[in-house]
């Protein structure tokens, strides 16, 4: 093994951590040409996101939209996966770093072992674990689409050694297995070593480990999970029972809210107990009641604030305003009472609930910190990786990146997000002329199937209770055995993990299948992944049909499951009769264009520029107006002090100078056209117009400081939106000298019906510049309205400045707004209810900032939307592929979005998510080719008439009538949308992949009588 | 026809109205099941031929669904689409099947809500129609 070890730091890069953040950032870079090592302590990779039950807002099956990842992290990407390994010591610097490892003993031979579980079954004291809920703690298989695909031992708590041995046929354990140290050289780090959970049990209030019936919401994901403890059934650990009250108490060891608990918010916490409460209703029982007991309800994430709307309107989930004060047990039932006091009580009130969930949030372990230690990179007071103020994925160590909880308590886009920009930082010290090309795989050949009779497989996933909970996927395979060439029919559990994929392509093997059908998610999701194994086994990739069962079957016919199962064969059916007609295709290539187009000259569009140009790639960055900027050109500071002015002048000024990146002002996009690695694109730029060739495209166009016309804004000069109270307060300090009363409205036009979700950043400008004010007038009294305080993070802690400062937060409903007049003497009166005094409050006030936040830049984004053909949100925001996992990818290849653009965020966050967009363009910025896929039109020149039919109609010109007198079409330039063969009368065209004989015969299938 | 059950037949072009559809599944938006998708790159490439092919094997309704108007991935393809559906429907009208049974509709990849709405609506506008004459007279072949 030392040997290898040699590789170059030049082109390698360390990632500490393969749970979600460090197993995205790891494939970021493999993807994009670079070596990788990926270290793990624990014996399968995966982290905290593979224990969880289902994730909002898709309510998704984690593992399930997981385990591509996990399946992509074990292909022939140059990715070194060591679990059990740990860093021993850190030499060098950023470019050239020294690391050893030290990896523990699995006792368990990779090679060898084919995860039989027969070693499970006899000795499971030493191989099992189920997180959370079962004690009997170490090693193993965490959960059933563990990566690697192997046990693992603890061998100190086997009995009988030589028995254990014995036991498995395979001859995979190692019983004297030893740590192993080796040396890797790399250039740079990325560290995204997670973080742990809060244990109550130190919260002796709660009761958690005395009382069964108090869980932690992990604990409750567990119970919840098909692989968990009680095999997905929700019963309570006390008695078994199905619970019929179950309340979430929030802010369990976060916000300081209990003695022992973390001063920061864990950012997390609200929405995962929303889609436990949701879960709870959706897959259990309507009738179970669910209350969360929260201080704010903190959904300021993209389009998270419809999904708490929806909590409350159509799953009834109940919110009290209360920060719960004890649990008690009922010593014969085990139920349990918790004690509060509601906001505007005056008695302390009881209820009884069968179950309580503690929403514990996340903290540093004692370990981590020492891993920091060994590391040399700075923490912050919370133990968590102090960051640059502009740069969240940056470390005190150049070269040393880190991403996701480490970095602060967030969620899973925003970790995937961090991922993505730390692998395009870790790139820049990176030799760029190492990069490996990824795009020759090695697969076997291909097995000519010309000539063989159809031999079909037909494969059912059931997606754990996603198509099994609603259909009986065993009745359906059943229904297509023995059908005419049909050879196999079976169903494959969780059709996308590592292990079924295997079992797929066994199959085909075996069976010598040359037609597949696989009966699943959707196409636009997985359909690669499937290509991939019918590439494995010899076969060409577009002999699969796949059949879109769940996300156009069970998923939305889940009310009406016989209804469902019929539509379910019926898809099949249609796949099955297309796939027989199926023929082996080939790809087309292109060769890349590795330029890239920013839309959007501000922060975000700026960050993604440099990040690209450092990365040796040239950039077109085009902008609307007459100079860089955006909004941040007119934000002094941040919340934490830091100086954005001068940062953002020395951003501009390196985007300017960089001999990478064209400026264009006063540009905007006119036309588009081509795919990605070869697309054209015509910009207006003053009075000229011109054509950018590219390979990429960023989206950077921001979104518009809201101005709403309400509570007298830009009708009375002491109304002002928080955005100008940060311009005056950096010239008018003197006025603010005078000021007595200053009151802040929160949530204007964010959180209402013409603007629905919430800005994100207000609360903390609001914060931000309460304590701006008394910086410069102490005896200010500040008032801030709002519904519900959302400082995130370690924002939290100037929230908690700001009440110790004297600023007084009073809570207000959307029904009791406040109202504002004008008093005639240059001041307002504000009148507002105070909820604990329960009567109205009237105020002078000099000034009343409005906490406007954003909204989508409507008119841009709508043209842009057009002009590039893509997807965006009610709201004016350009729509990501998936919410959760591609947070900066778009539905349409090659395009990526930054910054607010998204969905409103601070300029750190901006930041972050344009280098993240970076990190994912390289991925396709490093192939030498593009694949065009097949699916292009074929004309057969007998049929052909030369009518010029297809000429004209074709929307890209690429058809003519060459020198032997019939249409020609060159594979290269064709778009493949098959307008050409609908249109030419003497069918003597037709579009590869969706010929009109697949097509009829998809019509046949669909209405063949059963 | 107490238990008349249409069967509607949808074109999906897949990059908005097929992503509408997995849209309508990814918020779990129920609708009637009747509605069976073919996918096509581009509703420009649905034939006159495969609409008249899907009424003769008894479908008791069609729905070519495209991008929004100026929205297509392939500039024009919905364009040419509508075309061709008021072509089959003039044709539908001609021989007694009735061009109401074949209906063109246009969404963006994010119209989840749209996409089921329109699912629902199609299904109980077919089913009011009740089933298509092609229908009954190859059941009527099939009895006799």
């Given at each position: 093994m030392q040997g290898e070890k040699e590789k170059s730091a030049k082109n390698r890069v360390l990632v500490i951590g393969a749970g979600v953040g460090g197993m995205r950032a790891a494939l970021d870079l493999a993807e994009a040409g670079r070596s990788v090592v990926l270290i793990d302590k624990?014996?399968?990779?995966?982290?905290?996101?593979?224990?969880?039950?289902r994730t909002f807002p898709t309510n998704n099956c984690d593992v399930c939209t997981l385990s591509p990842s996990l399946s992509e992290s074990g292909r022939q990407l140059d990715i070194e996966l060591m679990t059990s390994t740990e860093v021993v010591e850190l030499k060098g610097q950023a470019g050239d770093f020294s690391v050893r490892l030290s990896t523990q003993p699995r006792h368990i031979d990779l090679e060898k072992c084919t995860a039989c579980g027969d070693c499970l079954a006899g000795f499971p004291e030493c191989v099992r674990f189920t997180p959370g809920l079962d004690p009997r703690a170490p090693t193993c298989m965490r959960y059933p689409q563990a990566t690697p695909y192997a046990f693992s031992i603890?061998?100190?708590?086997?009995?009988d050694v030589d028995e254990l041995v014995k036991i498995c046929k395979a001859g995979a354990i190692i019983p004297n297995d030893r740590p192993r140290s080796v040396q890797v050289n790399v250039g740079s780090i990325v560290v995204a070593a997670g973080a742990q959970l809060f244990d109550p049990g130190k919260l002796e209030v709660f009761g958690h480990g005395r009382f069964p019936n108090v869980v932690t919401s992990m604990e409750y994901e567990r119970i919840l999970s098909a692989s968990g403890p009680t095999r997905g059934a929700l019963v309570r650990p006390s008695d078994s029972k199905r619970p019929a009250r179950i309340a979430w108490i929030q802010c369990v060891g976060s916000r300081g809210l209990q003695k022992g608990a973390n001063p920061y918010c864990s950012s997390a916490c609200c929405m995962y107990a929303l889609k436990e409460a949701i879960v709870t209703k959706e897959r259990f029982f309507k009738d179970i009641q669910t209350t969360i007991f929260y201080m704010d309800m903190r959904t300021s994430g993209k389009d998270y604030e419809l999904y708490y709307q929806r909590a409350v309107r159509e799953y009834g989930i109940r919110f009290v305003r209360s920060r719960p004060h004890t649990i008690d047990q009922d010593p014969v039932t085990k139920d349990l009472h918790i004690a509060y006091m509601p906001v505007g009580g005056d008695a302390l009130r009881e209820e009884t609930f069968d179950m309580v969930v503690l929403s514990t949030g996340f903290q540093i372990s004692s370990d981590l910190q020492e891993l920091a230690g060994r590391l040399g990179i700075q923490l912050n007071a919370n133990h968590f990786v102090l960051g640059d103020a502009f740069n969240q994925v940056a470390t005190s160590k150049p070269g040393i990146y880190t991403c996701g909880l480490f970095e602060s308590p967030k969620d899973i886009p925003e970790t995937m997000v961090q991922a993505s920009a730390a692998a395009s930082n870790a790139s820049i010290?990176?030799?760029?002329?190492?990069r490996i090309p990824v795009d020759r795989q090695e697969f076997p050949p291909e097995r000519d199937?010309?000539?063989?009779?159809p031999r079909v497989g037909v494969f059912v996933c059931d997606c754990e209770f996603n198509i099994g909970g609603v259909v009986d996927v065993n009745d359906v395979v059943k229904s297509f055995e023995g059908l005419p060439q049909v050879v196999v029919s079976k169903m494959i559990g969780h059709g996308c993990s590592r292990e079924s994929l295997e079992t797929l392509r066994r199959s085909i093997e075996e069976n010598k299948l040359n037609r597949v059908v696989v009966g699943a998610c959707s196409p636009r999701s997985h359909e690669p992944l499937f290509q991939d194994t019918l590439r494995r086994a010899g076969l060409n990739k577009y002999l699969l049909e796949m059949a879109n069962i769940r996300d156009q079957g069970t998923w939305v016919h889940m009310d009406r499951p016989a209804e469902a199962a019929q539509k379910v064969k019926t898809l099949l059916r249609m796949a099955v009769a297309r796939v027989r007609l199926a023929r082996p295709l080939r790809d087309h290539v292109a060769p890349m264009n590795r330029n890239v187009l920013v839309v959007g000259g501000g922060v975000s569009g700026m960050s993604a520029a440099l990040n690209l140009a450092e990365l040796g790639f040239k950039v077109t960055l085009a902008e609307k107006t007459g100079q860089l900027g955006g909004v941040a050109k007119i934000i002094s500071r941040t919340l934490e002090g830091a100086d954005v002015k001068a940062w953002f002048e020395e951003l501009v000024r390196k985007t300017t100078s960089h001999r990478n990146i064209e400026v264009l002002t006063h540009c905007s996009i006119v036309d588009h056209c081509g795919t990605a690695g070869m697309f054209t694109t015509g910009l207006q730029v003053g009075g000229e117009y011109r054509k950018v060739d590219h390979g990429v495209t960023i989206l950077a166009t921001g979104a518009v400081p809201n101005r709403p016309d309400e509570y007298l804004l830009g009708k009375h000069q002491a109304v002002m939106t928080q955005l100008d109270l940060d311009g005056f307060l950096e010239k008018n300090a003197a006025a603010v000298k005078g000021w007595q009363n200053v009151v802040m409205i929160q949530c204007v036009g964010s959180r209402v019906p013409e603007n629905p979700n919430c800005s994100r950043v207000c609360c903390q400008a609001a914060v931000k510049n309460a304590l701006r004010i008394l910086e410069v007038n102490p005896e200010a009294m500040i008032y801030v309205l709002y519904r519900d305080m959302r400082t995130h993070g370690f924002q939290e802690e100037y929230y908690t400045k700001a009440r110790e400062r004297g600023v007084v937060f009073v809570q207000y409903e959307p029904e009791t707004k406040p109202s504002v007049q004008s008093n005639g003497n240059g001041r307002l009166t504000v009148r507002f209810r105070d909820p604990i005094l329960g009567r109205d409050l009237i105020l002078e006030a000099d000034c009343l900032a409005l906490s406007t936040g954003f909204v989508g830049n409507a008119e841009t984004v709508r043209e842009l939307a057009s002009v590039f053909h893509l997807p965006t949100t009610d709201d004016s925001y350009f729509l990501e592929t998936h919410v959760k996992l591609r947070p900066v990818d778009m539905s349409v290849t090659g395009f990526f979005i930054a910054g607010t653009a998204h969905a409103p965020k601070t300029i750190a966050e901006s930041v972050a998510q344009a280098q993240a967009a970076v990190g994912r363009a390289q991925t396709l910025l490093s192939s030498e080719t593009i694949n065009l896929g097949a699916s292009v039109a074929k004309v057969e020149r007998e049929k052909c008439a030369a009518c010029l039919i297809c000429v004209r109609a074709c929307p890209f010109q690429v058809p003519y009538i060459n020198a032997e007198g019939y249409s020609e079409i060159d594979p290269a330039r064709?778009?493949?949308?098959g307008i050409c063969a609908s249109e030419c009368p003497a069918k003597a065209i037709q579009l590869l992949q969706y010929e009109d004989d697949q097509i009829m015969a998809e019509l046949e299938g669909l209405f063949e009588r059963v | 026809m107490e238990n008349f059950e249409p069967v509607v037949v949808a074109f999906a072009c897949h990059y908005c109205a097929y992503t509408a559809a997995d849209m309508a599944g990814t918020k779990r938006l129920s609708y009637p099941p009747n509605v069976k998708i073919i996918r096509v790159p581009c509703t420009g490439k649905v034939d006159m031929l495969h609409i008249m092919k899907a009424f003769e094997k008894g479908a008791d309704g069609v729905c070519v669904a495209a991008c929004l108007d100026g929205d297509c991935h392939f500039r024009t393809g919905n364009v040419r689409a509508a075309s061709h559906v008021d072509a089959v429907r003039k044709l539908l009208d001609e021989i007694g099947v009735g061009g109401e049974r074949l209906e063109m509709v246009a969404l963006s990849a994010g119209m989840g809500e749209r996409f089921a709405q329109i699912a629902t609506e199609i299904t109980e506008k077919i089913r009011k129609l009740g089933p298509s004459p092609v229908r009954k007279v190859s059941v009527a072949a099939g009895a006799a």
């Open positions: 624990a014996h399968s990779i995966g982290g905290l996101m593979t224990q969880l039950d603890d061998l100190s708590r086997c009995q010290h990176l030799d760029p002329d190492a199937v010309s000539g063989e009779e064709c778009q493949g949308c | -």
